[in-house]
């Protein structure tokens, strides 16, 4: 272990868990990516957007404004249920009640996507809802058992692991569907609309191992007579929204984070609709871009897990988003790109061909970002709060898929999709300035320093 992760939190207690219930954790994540890549940014985005809407003269912009509505208001809807079942399974020892509800509701609801026909768009917009509500809920979830799986100077690691994993799920997904399944076209509808019974399918059974292998280790509270578990998780909620005062660098680092995942949900939500509607590419660039984003993406999860673990999780954070910022330029100048090296270097590349090269800095920047953002707010919570303040990260990253989609969708109905990719640098930028304020060092001290707290306020005394 290095000075730099040894000073995160010098004090760690935290055994690891056996490598069998950190297996079955990161199995989460690899069940998961199905729905993930599916249905929000390979297959059924193009199919919501192309077919079941269609071009109505208008270049798209109205079918991305519903999926960019639809992803919105399920963001809105876990922005205002997040918190306080983070809450309430704090109170209740009820994370992994809570992750098989999430989860069965995800199945459900991603493999009715069966009966979302050409003009079927209101079924459609409903469905896309309720599934990404319910998907959205189960990633707060499981975040919040990542602090018991290790000590703190471990959590890049297992958390990079997690990532990493879930990009092989997806490409066994995926890659089963775009074979198996092919275009996302209308002469192809009849077979591509299995992609929801899939995915579900596929999460449902690759999910298993994580609620075989996964411990509960919180205990329940004692309700005091008369009152609810929903009403005392408003009240926690309120008093976390007070102590952040305690956690200051937490809550800076959670500001930043609304920027920076705004502009993921972007790129996650529109990558393939991007190449489709804007890059005009053929289906085996879109096959071959799939296999790149996913290897470049599990391969960034790992490696910045190691380097997150030396240099710390705050300067790996900000060495993503500049990653991500250099990749929102070249998205926006492909064209214009591949003209200029095609013109200079005497080549024929077509624009489809440079955007698989800026394909790997996207999925290089996808995976290691949000890996060392799950494991910052890990670094910066207390082990006691981990699942009230894991509920804020959820609930910080879905308000920045309101903020981002809902804004992207508005901007590129008025100035096209090409133009108003340029959001996401923007929002990076933003990102990048708002945690050069956070100090790892002391967010991780003064979650330490709750923690010996709340110890010594629970241990008896000789007296009692």
């Not at 990542?146 to 092989?168: C, K, M, Q, T």
């Not at 930043?256 to 972007?266: D, E, K, N, R, W």
């Not at 629970?458 to 009692?464: I, N, R, V």
């Given at each position: 272990?290095?000075?730099?992760?040894?000073?995160?939190?010098?004090?760690?207690?935290?055994?690891?868990?056996?490598?069998?219930?950190?297996?079955?954790?990161?199995?989460?994540?690899?069940?998961?990516?199905?729905?993930?890549?599916?249905?929000?940014?390979?297959?059924?985005?193009?199919?919501?957007?192309?077919?079941?809407?269609?071009?109505?003269?208008?270049?798209?912009?109205?079918?991305?404004?519903?999926?960019?509505?639809?992803?919105?208001?399920?963001?809105?809807?876990?922005?205002?249920?997040?918190?306080?079942?983070?809450?309430?399974?704090?109170?209740?020892?009820?994370?992994?009640?809570?992750?098989?509800?999430?989860?069965?509701?995800?199945?459900?609801?991603?493999?009715?996507?069966?009966?979302?026909?050409?003009?079927?768009?209101?079924?459609?917009?409903?469905?896309?809802?309720?599934?990404?509500?319910?998907?959205?809920?189960?990633?707060?979830?499981?975040?919040?058992?990542?602090?018991?799986?290790?000590?703190?100077?471990?959590?890049?690691?297992?958390?990079?692991?997690?990532?990493?994993?879930?990009?092989?799920?997806?490409?066994?997904?995926?890659?089963?569907?775009?074979?198996?399944?092919?275009?996302?076209?209308?002469?192809?509808?009849?077979?591509?609309?299995?992609?929801?019974?899939f995915a579900a399918g596929f999460f449902l059974v690759t999910a298993?191992?994580?609620?075989?292998?996964?411990?509960?280790?919180?205990?329940?509270?004692?309700?005091?007579?008369?009152?609810?578990?929903?009403?005392?998780?408003?009240?926690?909620?309120?008093?976390?929204?007070?102590?952040?005062?305690?956690?200051?660098?937490?809550?800076?680092?959670?500001?930043?984070?609304?920027?920076?995942?705004?502009?993921?949900?972007?790129?996650?939500?529109?990558?393939?609709?991007?190449?489709?509607?804007?890059?005009?590419?053929?289906?085996?660039?879109?096959?071959?871009?799939?296999?790149?984003?996913?290897?470049?993406?599990?391969?960034?999860?790992?490696?910045?897990?190691?380097?997150?673990?030396?240099?710390?999780?705050?300067?790996?954070?900000?060495?993503?988003?500049?990653?991500?910022?250099?990749?929102?330029?070249?998205?926006?100048?492909?064209?214009?790109?591949?003209?200029?090296?095609?013109?200079?270097?005497?080549?024929?590349?077509?624009?489809?061909?440079?955007?698989?090269?800026?394909?790997?800095?996207?999925?290089?920047?996808?995976?290691?970002?949000?890996?060392?953002?799950?494991?910052?707010?890990?670094?910066?919570?207390?082990?006691?709060?981990?699942?009230?303040?894991?509920?804020?990260?959820?609930?910080?990253?879905?308000?920045?898929?309101?903020?981002?989609?809902?804004?992207?969708?508005?901007?590129?109905?008025?100035?096209?999709?090409?133009?108003?990719?340029?959001?996401?640098?923007?929002?990076?930028?933003?990102?990048?300035?708002?945690?050069?304020?956070?100090?790892?060092?002391?967010?991780?001290?003064?979650?330490q320093q709750w923690e010996a707290r709340e110890l010594a306020s629970?241990?008896?005394?000789?007296?009692?």
């Open positions: 272990m290095t000075l730099a992760a040894a000073a995160t939190r010098p004090m760690s207690t935290t055994a690891y868990a056996s490598r069998k219930e950190i297996f079955g954790w990161a199995m989460f994540d690899f069940a998961n990516q199905a729905y993930t890549l599916l249905i929000i940014t390979v297959v059924f985005g193009e199919l919501f957007t192309t077919v079941i809407v269609g071009d109505r003269g208008d270049d798209y912009r109205f079918a991305n404004l519903l999926w960019s509505a639809a992803l919105a208001l399920s963001y809105l809807m876990v922005v205002a249920s997040g918190p306080v079942c983070g809450a309430a399974m704090d109170v209740s020892a009820g994370k992994k009640r809570f992750l098989f509800i999430s989860y069965l509701a995800t199945v459900v609801t991603t493999a009715l996507l069966y009966f979302v026909a050409p003009g079927f768009v209101w079924l459609g917009v409903v469905l896309i809802v309720l599934s990404n509500y319910a998907y959205s809920m189960g990633e707060s979830f499981i975040a919040a058992f990542l602090p018991d799986l290790g000590p703190p100077e471990a959590l890049g690691r297992i958390s990079g692991f997690g990532w990493a994993l879930g990009y092989v799920g997806g490409l066994f997904a995926a890659g089963f569907t775009l074979v198996v399944l092919g275009e996302a076209t209308a002469e192809n509808f009849d077979r591509i609309r299995w992609v929801g019974p298993i191992p994580t609620f075989l292998w996964l411990r509960e280790r919180g205990t329940p509270q004692r309700l005091p007579a008369g009152q609810g578990y929903a009403g005392i998780a408003w009240r926690r909620v309120g008093t976390t929204f007070h102590e952040l005062r305690r956690f200051r660098d937490l809550g800076t680092f959670l500001v930043s984070l609304v920027f920076s995942m705004a502009g993921v949900y972007i790129i996650i939500a529109f990558a393939f609709i991007y190449g489709a509607q804007v890059i005009g590419w053929d289906t085996t660039t879109r096959n071959l871009m799939f296999i790149i984003v996913q290897i470049t993406a599990a391969a960034g999860a790992l490696g910045f897990g190691v380097i997150q673990d030396r240099l710390g999780a705050k300067r790996t954070y900000l060495l993503t988003l500049c990653l991500w910022v250099l990749a929102i330029f070249a998205i926006w100048a492909t064209p214009e790109l591949t003209a200029w090296l095609n013109a200079y270097l005497g080549l024929g590349w077509q624009p489809q061909e440079l955007f698989l090269v800026v394909g790997c800095l996207a999925g290089l920047s996808l995976g290691s970002s949000q890996s060392a953002s799950r494991a910052l707010v890990g670094l910066l919570s207390p082990s006691h709060k981990a699942a009230e303040f894991f509920g804020f990260w959820g609930l910080a990253n879905k308000l920045a898929g309101v903020v981002g989609i809902i804004g992207l969708g508005l901007l590129q109905s008025v100035v096209g999709l090409k133009a108003s990719i340029l959001l996401c640098a923007a929002l990076f930028v933003m990102a990048i300035l708002i945690c050069l304020a956070v100090d790892q060092n002391r967010g991780s001290r003064a979650a629970l241990t008896p005394t000789k007296e009692s």
